[in-house]
């Protein structure tokens, strides 16, 4: 099984980025998929999570309003669209898969892609 994150980058506080990640190895249908990200010095904290039919999406607070996670079943894919990025949202983003119906926490998470940059500029 292999996810492949992209789309990272840097961006001025405002702007929007949209992450990518490309799953592959095997069928996911029963499976959820979850961003995460990891700032300097901090602990790995959830983002967002999404089934892989696309269904029932939750975030975190920090987030809420200003991301979106969705899916792309024929791609098998999923994106993380970003908007209003602040300078807190610097951070290495990382998706992951698990064969459960909902989790935030991260260990509870199977396959991790490899992580991608995010750096918003104030």
């Known amino acids: 099984v292999q996810l492949q994150a992209s789309g990272g980058g840097l961006v001025q506080a405002g702007g929007s980025l949209r992450l990518s990640c490309a799953a592959s190895?095997?069928?996911?249908?029963?499976?959820?998929l979850g961003w995460f990200r990891q700032a300097p010095g901090k602990e790995r904290e959830f983002v967002a999570v999404i089934s892989w039919s696309g269904v029932s999406p939750d975030y975190a607070d920090s987030v809420k309003g200003r991301f979106t996670i969705s899916t792309d079943n024929a791609k098998n894919t999923v994106y993380l669209q970003m908007n209003s990025l602040k300078p807190e949202d610097t951070a290495v983003y990382y998706c992951?898969?698990?064969?459960?119906?909902?989790?935030?926490?991260?260990?509870?998470?199977?396959?991790w892609g490899q992580g991608t940059q995010v750096t918003v500029s104030s």
């Open positions: 190895g095997r069928t996911f249908n029963s499976y959820i």
């Open positions: 992951a898969a698990a064969h459960r119906r909902y989790s935030k926490i991260p260990s509870n998470y199977d396959y």
